[in-house]
């Protein structure tokens, strides 16, 4: 939106400068080419309503609800192979958005010792 108004604008001291053959003619002149620049404006503002897309409608989910299943999947999952260090992590960030920040520090302490990346508190070999 901006960009046209700063368009206009220009176009308005671009056509009034190229057109001052007359001192008479300079109000006529602006008068002019602040009608054009509106115009362009205007349509302008029109493409861009007319082609550009609309966001999409998000799907009407319960982010409770949501939460809990991806929450009890994952700790199925890490029934099954318990090892799995980006689990722990995925858990450890679940328990964080729901606030249970003693969970959470248990879940990042699991992934920690499981990664195979070196942190800053590790000791090296």
């Known amino acids: ?9 220009t176009v308005v001291f671009v056509v009034a ?4 053959n007359k001192v ?11 009608a054009l620049s509106a115009s362009i404006v205007g349509v ?8 550009r897309s609309p966001l999409p409608e998000p799907a009407p ?6 939460h809990q299943s991806v929450m009890l999947d994952l700790q199925n999952s890490l029934t099954e192979s318990p ?3 980006e689990s722990w992590f995925q ?27 070196p942190y800053a508190g590790s000791t090296p070999p």
């Open 1 to 9: 939106m901006l960009i046209f108004v700063l368009l206009s604008i």
């Open 61 to 66: 989910l319960s982010h409770e609800q949501d």
């Open 91 to 117: 858990l450890g960030q679940l328990y964080m958005q729901s606030l249970e920040f003693d969970s959470a520090a248990t879940c990042f302490n699991y992934s920690i010792r499981l990664s195979s990346m």
């Open 24 to 34: 008479s003619e300079v109000k006529k002149r602006v008068g002019y080419a602040t």
């Open 83 to 85: 090892n799995d260090a």
């Open 44 to 51: 302008s503002l029109l493409l861009w309503n007319q082609f």
């Open 17 to 20: 400068y190229a057109s001052m």
